[in-house]
């Protein structure tokens, strides 16, 4: 791209150059084609609009005009009772919020030693790589509230250790369940990484758990982690199954209202709770994706 | 030019590689049939043969990434084939650039140069920053030492890959066919890059397809040819007067498919 003509450069080129100057200011073709591309822009919204607005007014009307409409109203969008319930429910969410505190670090760390291991070559970490599979294999079939029974009423009759509270033991089959999955997301990251990589990093001398660490799970991690936001999404919503075990965190607390209100609208309190705890990462999550793909298809219209 | 026994057993004695009669399959195929090289320091051997001859191969099994099946690799007296010997150890005393870049897209350019240096040297983060910055101003690469692998047009990326492989002033550099990958109007850069390390007196064996700049480069030429090397000498006397008549043949065929 020249930017400063140089003496010896031909007439035909330096025509070129201004040709080239030229062409940046839109033909009347392109002019006229922006315009049409506006309008019909301009067109879509509108319709979209327009179609979006008729179709949440005819559903409501459906809602409100149905016979059992001002029963259904009343006990599940109470706002007395949601007032009402707002504290207790917030505290369980507070507990809620520390388990998947310390089950993300669970998680992380125990589908990191899972993949890994399930990646190690040669005979040797035959016995290693089984196990690995299997426990993989286990917890991706098995309903997470059936781990939870199990761990959380199974595990403390083995008089193992001293009683610990039972939120420990929600966040144990949380671990438990989520490492399954995302072992294999990791393992996939792990395995698109070209093995020429390997290659280059052990031909510097690098160990094989330097070159793991260094090399392969950097670019291995950056790969998957749309995947991974995901299933931390999942396992936001999950941790309210933990209420199945006793300890009192948004549900339970829920729960609890509810009975003493005669009244659900403390579910709605709390299922929105829950909405709202994982919107952000839900955004982060699109915002991420969106610009990876940018990344990718650069100029890609389609 | 044939070497008197004694003058033989002194090169060997003097050599930084010895190769004494490798032997590699891969499975049923037999690659390399017992190859047998010396490179003295501050040498350079370029070592040609048809596609599949077996060139990677050899590199790969001095750099320890191929196991061999028999024979011995010998660097500065030590024996690299050795079971006992601690591998990664050896792989710092080689380099060795790879036809594809494989630099490592998530570091910087100059995070890639250091990696080896910090990692494996146990130097400062900074020293071996500082390292890595002289030695891409050195080789014209000072400018994109911050930027990341993909922003450089393939022979910034190559030559970047040599610097890596140098970084830690291994005794021997090995580079199977850096330019091959590379457009045509990129792979001087490169060239001339190898050219100013024969200078400095890197000992450095590549596998290449470029004649002429195996002619201009190579102290020797090796021509491997079904497992074996079947010509060895003075790059000038194997590239112009081969005494063979498979090593004609594959350069007549060579030149003419140019
Ligand atoms: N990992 C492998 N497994 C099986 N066969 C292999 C492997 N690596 C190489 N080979 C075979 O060994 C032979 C020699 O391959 P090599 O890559 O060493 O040839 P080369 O001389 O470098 O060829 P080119 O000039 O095309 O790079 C080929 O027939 C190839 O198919
Ligand atoms: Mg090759």
Not at chain 1, 201 to 213: C, D, F, N, Q
Not at chain 2, 66 to 81: K, S
């Amino acid at each position: 791209m020249p930017t400063r003509a140089h003496p010896c450069l031909s007439s035909s080129i330096l025509t070129l150059v201004s040709n080239d100057r030229e062409a940046r200011r839109p033909s009347p073709i392109e002019l006229e084609r922006r315009a049409f591309r506006r309008q019909q822009n301009t067109r879509s919204v509108i319709i979209s609009l327009v179609s979006t607005v008729i179709f949440a007014v005819i559903l409501w009307l459906a809602v409100v005009n149905s016979p059992g409409w001002a029963q259904v109203q009343n006990s599940f969008f109470n706002w007395d009772t949601i007032v009402q319930a707002f504290p207790r429910v917030a505290e369980g969410l507070w507990l809620n919020i520390r388990v998947l505190f310390y089950a993300t670090i669970g998680v992380a760390v125990v589908s990191l030693i899972i993949a890994t291991v399930r990646t190690l070559r040669g005979p040797v970490f035959f016995p290693l790589r089984a196990l690995a599979a299997g426990y993989t294999d286990l917890f991706r079939g098995m309903p997470l509230i059936i781990v939870l029974y199990l761990v959380g009423f199974g595990i403390p009759g083995l008089n193992l250790f001293g009683r610990m509270p039972l939120e420990f033991w929600g966040t144990l089959a949380l671990i438990t369940t989520y490492s399954a999955y995302v072992a294999e997301v990791f393992r996939a990251g792990i395995e698109s990484v070209h093995p020429s990589q390997r290659l280059a990093a052990r031909s510097l001398g690098l160990s094989y758990s330097k070159t793991l660490r260094l090399v392969v799970m950097p670019q291995a991690i950056r790969k998957v982690t749309p995947a991974l936001m995901n299933d931390f999404i999942a396992m936001q919503k999950d941790v309210g199954l933990i209420s199945v075990l006793g300890a009192v965190d948004a549900v339970r607390a829920a729960q609890i209202e509810t009975a003493a209100a005669f009244n659900f609208s403390p579910y709605v309190l709390a299922g929105l709770l829950f909405v709202l705890l994982s919107l952000p990462m839900i955004r982060l999550s699109d915002w991420y994706t969106a610009r990876l793909r940018k990344r990718e298809q650069m100029g890609a219209l389609v | 030019m044939s070497p008197t026994p004694n003058a033989t057993a002194r090169d060997a004695e003097q050599a930084v590689l010895r190769i004494d009669n490798v032997v590699k399959s891969f499975g049923e195929t037999e690659v390399l049939r017992g190859i047998s090289l010396n490179v003295k320091h501050h040498e350079v051997v370029a070592l040609i043969g048809g596609s599949g001859s077996g060139k990677s191969t050899l590199l790969r099994c001095i750099n320890l990434l191929e196991q061999v099946d028999d024979g011995q690799i010998f660097l500065d007296n030590r024996e690299l084939t050795d079971p006992r010997i601690k591998q990664d150890e050896v792989r710092t005393h080689i380099g060795i650039v790879f036809q594809q870049f494989n630099l490592f897209p998530h570091m910087s350019v100059a995070d890639n140069v250091a990696l080896a240096s910090r990692h494996v040297f146990k130097k400062s983060k900074a020293e071996a920053r500082e390292e890595a910055h002289r030695l891409l101003e050195r080789i014209g690469l000072g400018e994109k030492a911050d930027e990341f692998p993909d922003r450089l047009s393939g022979g910034q990326q190559q030559r970047a890959a040599i610097a890596r492989a140098i970084a830690t002033n291994p005794r021997i550099l090995l580079l199977d066919e850096v330019t091959s990958a590379l457009d045509p109007e990129l792979v001087g850069e490169v060239l001339d890059l190898v050219r100013e390390l024969k200078q400095a007196g890197v000992t450095i064996v590549m596998a290449t397809h470029e004649m002429d700049f195996a002619r201009d480069v190579a102290d020797r030429v090796a021509f491997l040819d079904d497992g074996i090397i079947l010509e060895e000498g003075p790059a000038k006397q194997v590239l112009s007067k081969p005494r063979e008549a498979r090593t004609r043949e594959y350069l007549t065929r060579f030149h003419a498919s140019r």
